[in-house]
């Protein structure tokens, strides 16, 4: 495992799974990372910060388009640990959710951007429009009621639900 500042090198090929394309991470890359979770790296090239995702096996995955990489494609991305995490993109319930809870303004902007990734996490990781809507809900209860993470979540699942089944990217 690396410390923020030394770089590592991760290497990978690009799948496609359903209709997307993911640049999966060798095991011996993953192992390289900090976390079997959620890792925020800066790209060495581009010095841009991408969040490295879990695939559910104990290693991890891109979306291949972040870097306009291709089908087959074999890259080598040299990377160190960033160190502040990139801030995320709220799916529009949520984000709408918190703008209509204005008392918590102060609550989400005081998380760190890697709590704010948590949460919007746990909310997107269901194909259930129902379940997806009482995440939302269960999200603005916990955070009025001071929770500044959403709970029993396994942060080493892949949750994305277009490319994962059972918390594990689809092979």
């Known amino acids: 495992m690396a410390g923020t500042n030394q770089s590592i090198e991760l290497a990978g090929t ?40 879990p695939d559910g ?49 102060d609550t989400w902007e005081g998380l760190t951007p890697m709590a704010r990734w948590e949460w919007a996490r746990w909310v997107k990781s269901t194909k259930n429009a129902a379940t997806r809507q009482r995440r939302v809900e269960v999200s603005i209860s916990k955070l009025r009621d001071g929770k500044r993470r959403p709970c029993c979540f396994d942060l080493s699942s892949c949750t994305d639900p277009e ?8 092979e």
């Open 14 to 53: 690009v799948h496609q799974v359903e209709d997307r394309l993911v640049l999966r991470f060798d095991q011996e890359s993953s192992q390289k990372l900090p976390s079997r979770g959620q890792v925020a790296v800066s790209l060495v090239d581009s010095n841009q910060s991408v969040v490295v995702e």
């Open 163 to 170: 490319v994962a089944k059972s918390g594990k990217l689809i």
């Open 57 to 105: 096996r104990r290693g991890h995955w891109l979306p291949a388009e972040q870097l306009g990489l291709e089908l087959g494609q074999r890259p080598i991305l040299h990377v160190t640990i960033a160190e502040q995490w990139p801030e995320v993109t709220l799916p529009e319930d949520l984000a709408g959710a918190l703008e209509d809870a204005s008392d918590l303004q």
